[in-house]
């Protein structure tokens, strides 16, 4: 097993980004990730899409896009699209059928910023996901830092206040989005759940002040996407890209806070009488399944079964639990951070089936 860590939805100077792929793939290196992928609202941006090097530091840059009906008012419905090949936004007016031609290339959609709060003081709309009748996207973006930053501008000083100071808005997905998340899966359905960062690095001037906030940099050490390949990326473009984006579509994954302290090393793993399987994976019940968690550092760590908490481990880095019942069963981690119990770390589900 490899884990390579990703971050993921963001946009460039091809829609309302400051920064250009260049300086999106700077802060990458800078910040260590393995890959990024690039979202800009409504275009495919051709050319950026590779491998780039400095020194020994290498990264990888995929091309997406978010696509929603720029006709509709609010503009609502966004949906990430990654691996499609080509340009989706023209089919943007019928999201059904845009999931469906996206599935027919071999692409994924993921449901971007589910709950998206309006922040009223700043004219700015709604923007959560409506159209729960769709289906057969790939997944949902259960935790969008950006959202987060939105439902805590209720007025200025307090928009002043957490942009100067982006340590202090990560608290984790709203619960509006992981009960949705839960009902989802409750209902049959497999549904990846991804960490987006929705990364714009906003220029802004307060009287003679100059600022970035939430810079490229700052959000690539935050919410990031940590995946399972069964093979180390190799340095081709084509072969790690695919790998990359199959681990995704197939839940191989979690999403890690890594500001607080780093998540890579967390593992989340369920033993059966023939096999062992990873997050995304399904299992057989059979006599009963051994799940096994592990923690890169001792913290709070929740078994949930079918949206419901079961278990709850306090201070600890090895959990395990004998599961006698078929379910969907998850973890969530929390970690104290900045005086605030917060989120850290948010499993794909494993799908114990009878
Ligand atoms: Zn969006
Ligand atoms: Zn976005």
Known sequence: ?????????????????????????????????????????????????????????????????????????????????????????????????????????????????????????????????????????????????????????????????????????????????????DQLLESGKRVVAVGGSDAHAFRVSIGPIRKTLFPYEFHFRAVNTHIFTKQPLSGDFNQDHDMILDALGNGHCFIGYDLPAPTRGFRFNAQGKDSTVGMGDEIEINEGVTLQIHIPQRAECRLLKDGKVIKTWKKREICTYIATEPGVYRVEVYLRYLGVKRGWIFSNPIYVRD
């Open 1 to 181: 097993m490899n884990e390579i860590v990703i971050n993921l939805h963001m946009h460039t100077t091809y829609s309302d980004g400051s920064g250009t792929h260049a300086d999106i793939v700077q802060a990458a290196l800078q910040a260590g990730l393995d890959a990024v992928i690039t979202t800009d609202h409504n275009v495919l941006v051709n050319g950026p899409a590779g491998y780039y090097q400095d020194g020994d530091r290498k990264v990888l840059l995929i091309v997406g896009e978010e696509v929603h009906d720029q006709t509709a008012n609010p503009q609502k419905n966004h949906l990430l699209v990654i691996g499609a090949g080509r340009e989706m936004a023209e089919l943007a007016e019928d999201t059904q059928h845009l999931v469906d031609s996206v599935n027919k290339t071999g692409g994924m959609a993921f449901i971007a910023h589910p709950v998206d709060p309006a922040a009223p003081a700043f004219g700015e709309p709604d923007i959560s996901w409506e159209k729960w009748e769709v289906e057969n996207y790939t997944g949902i973006e259960l935790w969008n830092a950006m959202s987060e930053f939105k439902s805590l501008m209720k007025n200025w000083m307090r928009a002043i206040y957490f942009g100067f100071n982006s340590k202090l808005v990560a608290h984790g997905p709203f619960i509006e989005t992981i009960q949705k998340w």
